[in-house]
């Protein structure tokens, strides 16, 4: 079984400083990393994914994300946020051969001017 | 191509009544799933399709729930006998391929259910 913890429910930070939000999860297999972002009252959009390859992956809006396989993380970065990052974060796995994402409980990142 | 289109995008329904509701995915992305959504909380995983076929259904998927997706386009979601517990967020993702092949999953707004 796999599961996501997400481990800060709210980040507040104010604009221009650095963010990690943190992502831990739990698999006896290798698994493909998701990080989703909800915008109020939108659906999930993909940030990033990491398959395979590359630690390090980078995504839209400036985030990036470093697969780290021994301490089973895969946080989320940005060097600096802006007022328009304010919104909920999501960190999702999925396992080969399983069709389905489990998600973590989000993170809501705050940017505060 | 206008994105993963959920419809309606808000419901509020009687407990008892029954309720539908409707996704279209991106055209030509052969998968597509189901997920709740409530307050608070990641979305969890529903039910999936690759074409028309239902491969795969949650142990969340209760026997009130069913899904659909003739044609293998559109996709519906009917839930019988409504609950309050019922009352979610309902996503609708789809997707051309697996992500192992690098596919990702796109998600629509969402259907908010609420069960008065």
């Known amino acids: 079984a796999q599961s996501v913890t997400q481990l800060d429910s709210q980040v507040p930070v104010f604009e221009e400083a650095p963010v990690e939000l943190r992502c831990n999860y739990s698999s006896s297999v290798s698994v493909y990393l998701f ?25 839209i809006n400036g985030f990036e994300a470093e697969f780290n396989k021994s301490q089973t993380s895969f946080h989320l970065r940005k060097p600096s946020v802006h007022i328009s990052d304010t919104a ?10 399983r069709r389905a994402l489990t998600f973590g409980s989000g993170t809501r990142l705050q940017v505060q001017p | 191509d206008t994105g993963v289109s959920q419809d309606p995008r808000h419901k509020i329904t ?3 009544q029954n309720v539908t509701f409707r996704c279209d995915p991106i055209s030509e992305h052969n998968r597509l799933y189901w997920y709740r959504q409530t307050l608070g909380q990641g979305p969890e995983f529903l039910t999936y399709f690759q074409n028309e ?5 949650s142990r969340l998927l209760s026997d009130r729930f069913s899904a659909e997706r003739p044609k293998g386009s559109f996709s519906t979601l009917e839930i019988q006998r409504t609950e309050q517990g019922d009352s979610a967020m309902y996503l609708c993702a789809s997707s051309l391929g697996a992500e192992s092949q690098g596919a990702g999953a796109f998600f629509g707004q969402g259907t908010r259910l609420t069960v008065v």
């Open chain 1, 35 to 59: 990080w989703y972002v909800q915008y109020p009252n939108q659906g999930l959009q993909l940030l990033l994914k990491y398959l395979s390859g590359s630690t390090l992956v980078k995504g």
């Open chain 1, 88 to 97: 909920e974060y999501f960190c999702a796995v999925r396992g080969p051969g």
């Open chain 2, 14 to 16: 009687k407990r008892g």
């Open chain 2, 53 to 57: 076929a239902q491969l795969e259904k």
